[in-house]
């Protein structure tokens, strides 16, 4: 597994701060911990851009699939708790 850190998160996608960069198109499980003590998410999802970030490290954009799954359901109300709190708990 590739460890990585956010740097933006929207229900659609997901920017990622990670030691390597991932080729476009790339298919991808991207793992999330709430923070909250509940399960991780898995949502799937695909590079569409990766980019040297100001560090020494890389940046890679993910579009999620949009499949419906319970994840997904998950990721969309704890963002817009987020959007409603102004706060996030935990890491990725």
């Not at 999620?64 to 709190?85: C, H, N, P, T, W």
Request: charged share 30%; no cysteine.
């Amino acid at each position: 597994p590739l460890r990585a850190q956010t740097a933006d998160m929207a229900t659609s996608g997901v920017a990622l701060e990670t030691d390597e960069p991932l080729p476009d198109g790339t298919r991808v499980s991207v793992v999330l911990d709430p923070g909250d003590g509940s399960e991780e998410l898995v949502i799937a999802g695909t590079v569409m851009w990766h980019r040297a970030s100001d560090s020494d490290n890389a940046e890679v954009g993910i579009e999620f699939e949009k499949d419906g799954s319970a994840d997904m359901k998950r990721l969309r109300q704890l963002i817009r708790g987020v959007k409603l709190s102004g706060e996030i708990h935990g890491k990725t």
